[in-house]
Each structure stands twice: as C-alpha cells, then as structure tokens.
C-alpha cells in the first residue's frame, strides 16, 4: 500500500481524536457547536468529509458514515439504517469475478491475487453488512421499539422496520444460489467464497429475516390491541361523562350467551372450622375421636438435638472446605504447569462438589485474588452457544491456568 | 390447601369459587388447563353441577359457565352482570388514572406491573390526579372514605385483589400484578360497546383530534 495512504489514515484519526469531544456532542445532539470548534480543527473535518454544512446558514452535521461508524460501534439503538443496496454490491461482485477470471487466463497471477483479495473483501463486508441489518431489526423488536414512547409512534416504526425487512427480502432474492454460482464458474477459489461463505450467509439471513418479520406482524398486532383498549377506556369514560346515567343493556337475556357473559358464581366457598364457637364444640369432638393418623406418606420427624453454640464450626465447615479445595485447584495447576479445567479436576479428586457451585466458586475465588496474585493466573471460559439468535453463551467450564 | 389434594382437585375448587384462571393468578392451573385431556376432565367432573370450562380472551383465562341456561341461571346471570355493570365505570376511570400517572398511552393488561409506592408519589404531586383518585376511591366498588392518597390508594389496592384484577405476589412488597380478568373487563366492554353500537373507540379518536386542532 502506498506509504502516504498510511500517514493520511494515521493523521485521520489523529483528527478524530482531537475533536472527539465535539464530535461526540454532534452525535448526541445531532448538530455541532461551532463555539467549541476552532475554525482550522472544523476546515479540517469539513475537508476530511467527517462533517457537513447542509446549507450556508446551518450548522455542522455529523457525516452519515461517521454517524453509522459510532452507531455500530456503540451499539445504538436509534440505528435505524439498514443497507438494502444489495444490487450494486452484487454487480461489483460480479466485475471483480470477471476481472480475476480474465487474469487468470492470461496468467498474470499478481493482477489475479490483488482482484482476489478486492473479492473477498467486498464478500465479507456484504455479509458483514446484512448480519448487521438483521441485528439491528432485532434489537429493535427486543426492546420492542423503546426509544420511542408512544404507541403511535412504535406502530410507525414498525411499520418502517417491516417495509426495510421486505425490501431486504428483495434484494437477497437477488443473490440467488444459482446466480452466485454461475458467477464463479468452476474455479475452486470462488465457489468456495461465493458460494460456501456468501451463499450460505444469504440463506441463514433469509431464514432468520422471516422470523424476523413474523415477529413485527405479532408485535403490530400486539401494539394495534393496546391501542385499541386504550380507545375504548377513553370512549367509555366519555360517554359516561355525557351520559351519567347510562347503564349498559342486560344482555344476559338472549337465549344464547356467549361465554363472557355466562360466569357462574362460585358454589363452594372456603371454609374453615371455627374452634372458638362453643355450640359446635361437641361436634367437633367427636369427629375429632374419629380421626386416626395417617400412615402412609407421612415423614418421622428427624430426632433433634440440642444446639449449642460451639457446633457453628460445623455449619460453617463447608464453606471453609469448598475454598480450601479450590485453592488446592489453583495451587496444582500453579506447581503442575498443567491446563487443567475446574470441573476435570473436580471428577480426577473426587470431589463432591456440585458442578455448578464448583464453578461459581472457582470464578469467585479467582477474582477475590490480590491482583499481584492474580496476573500469575489466566481465566478461561469454555463457553457454547445457546439457542439459535439470541446471543446468549453459557460457560460451560472454566481454566485457570498459569500465564 | 390439604397436602393431599391433586392438581386436579385444586382446579377443580378453584374453580367452583367462581375464580378466573390466568398465567399470573394461578400459573400451574393454567398449564394444567393448557391440556386437551385436564379439560375433558375438568369437565366430565363439572357436568353433575351444570357446569363446564369456559374460556375467554383467546384462551388467556378460564373459569366456569353454566352448561344449560334455565330460568334460574338467567336470573342469576342477570344479577351478576348488573353488578359487574356498575363496576365498570370506577373501573375505568381507575385504569385511565393508573395509565396516565405511569405516563403511559398503553392501557394495563395482564402482567404489568404496578408499583403502589411510585403510583403514589405521582398522584401526591399532581394536583388533577389527586382530585380524580379522591373521586375514584369513593365509587362503592372501592368504598374509601379516607382523605388521604395514601389510605385511598391501598383501598382500591385492596379491593383490585379482592376482585382477582390484580394479585399481589410478594405480601412484603407493595407491588401489584395485572391478571388476565382485565383482559376479560375489556373484552366485555368491547362487546357492550359493538352490541349497544355505541362506537366508543371512534369517540376518543374524535376526541383526540379535537385536542389536536385546537394545540
């Protein structure tokens, strides 16, 4: 790469970060204040396309580019955009293909190369790009559109959420199966990234677009429903404000009731003996005399014994050995050099400890080291996905070993 | 509750008490009614009583009908639906004044959370909504004749649980839950309001728009 490309991009940043204050405020509040700029610091990102003047008479606005960077990054939930523009990126693929089929042949194998690495690149960032979109619709419908707050305005962006989803749709049904295949011939390098990587990505995010967009039409309905009760609870106070008098018809009469109207009152009620009334004190005597303990499903009482207070040791024993055997866990993988997981230690010495308590106590004992001690020691989590989009892990086992 | 009694039986009582199952009064009753073959059941043991399992709100709660409607359920019916009639405006206005002290244009419904402590302090701060709970609490359905936000509010709360609109899970918290029998109020006020043709839902839009030509 060209050395001045680098010192510019160097120089970019260095810019970023002299201004980040500013930039920052930009974001948060959607213009920037020119007070806090110095007129050469604010020529600078004009120049650099970080910031724009819509008009003469306006204010200084965040880039959009800059404005996505630090939506994606600080994982913002106002990011609204989805790039559906998978028609071009398709058409680029598909020049950059041609371009490296034509080198190829002609044997030119450093022109080949560099159009290979152009391909790839273009690859990862379109499914890096619609991986991006699906996250974005779902943490939308995770939070249930939160960041807006009336009903109204979440049917509205719903509605927004569920033309981008469509229009997403669209434009995947473009990057066919077939089509992506038929771009890349039969050269091994790529089908293996057109159509294992991309082809594969564009059918997971088919997929999980249609759940997607199943779960905004549930969400629609569902906000459609509150709106709708919350209407009529108005209606209703209204027209009771204007009728004072009104008394909804009894329509209990019909000869056919639907089952909201036909609830029928309670025939048992609690009940309970009263031992304070005298009259039945008779009564209860004899049937009283009559019970007869019951045998079956009946647990003897554990014989006590007297607590004093010298035995708290033996309350507090297991606490005290659980640590005592995880600091044996840290020591032998300390002297042994040995990757060994808490929970294989646990199985080789027989210890009784339930695996989970085993884990938490090992995670907390690592922790509550002094930190001198404890940068001797790495903590890894073994971790697997759960459940399919939902971005959960569980740890499943832990190491601790020395770094 | 007998250690002895089957699920069955616990339904079953339930059930006779006139109480309506949801997920968030009784949630075991619920999965055990979710079942195809405990409703059969269910209902082969109401029949001798002309009773049956009945649902409303798409399946959200159950409780008990009448199985054949003579003179007598009729009767019975009527009466109770006068008085469910009369609970319907204090009612409403409760909900209105819950919703507008949250702040919220959603409406209640089953399983929303309603934090008496936070609900107070609003309605101690805001004259208006002093003055309508003052006029909530004294409908007969709530009946408080005390004069302060503090002694009104736990007495609509008290009378809200009595009549199974909210449980409160935890006796030492003051938090409520909505139950699904307020879904099932404003499923009756939807069919009072398409049976009576009342267009309730068209008067507060009408409404609406009104405040908004006038803002």
Redesign the interface.
Known sequence: MNPNLLKAGKRLFKLLDRNSEALMEGYANGQLDEAELDAKQAQALLQAGLVFRPDADSPLMLSSNLRSLLEEALSDIRNREIDANVGTRLNSLKTLASHYKEARHQGDLAAADAYLQDLTQHTYQLTESLRHSTRALWSRINNEFGYVASLSAKIRENQLAQQQVKELLDSLSLLSFESLSQTAGDIRELRRLLVLHLAVAVEECTQELAVVQSRLLALLGRFRELRGKARLLKGFALHCERQPDYQPKDWTLQSQLPDLLNQSPACIRPAAVDIRHQDHEQQLLSLASKLKPRRHNQHEPEASSELSLEASEEFALSEQQIKRDVEDYLVSSFDSLQQLSALDYLEQNELTWPAEVWLYQVWGSYHALPDEQRQYFSLEHHEEDYGQFTGNRIVTDITVAVR | MS??MTENGRVL?AL???QFICAVSDEDAFSYLGLEANRATINHQLAP?N?RL???CDGEVY????EV?GDD??R???S???EI??H??PL??W??LA?EAQGS???L?AGDPLRLNELQSVIEDTPALREQLAKVAQYRLFGSTSNSVDGQLKQVFKRLVEHGYFIRPNPERLIYTATAKLD?L????????E??D????????D??NQQETLL
Not at chain 2, 63 to 66: G, N, Q, R
Not at chain 2, 198 to 205: D, G, I, K, S, T
């Open positions: 250690a002895a009582e006779l008490q006139g009583l009773r009945a649902s409303a409780f008990c009908a009448y409607l359920e009729h019975v019916l009527s109770q639906f006068q009639a009369t319907l405006h409403v206005e909900l209105l919703q244009d959603a409406p419904s099932y404003y499923e009756l006020l939807r069919f009072i309001d049976a009576e009342l267009a309730l839902e068209q008067h507060a839009m409404a609406l």
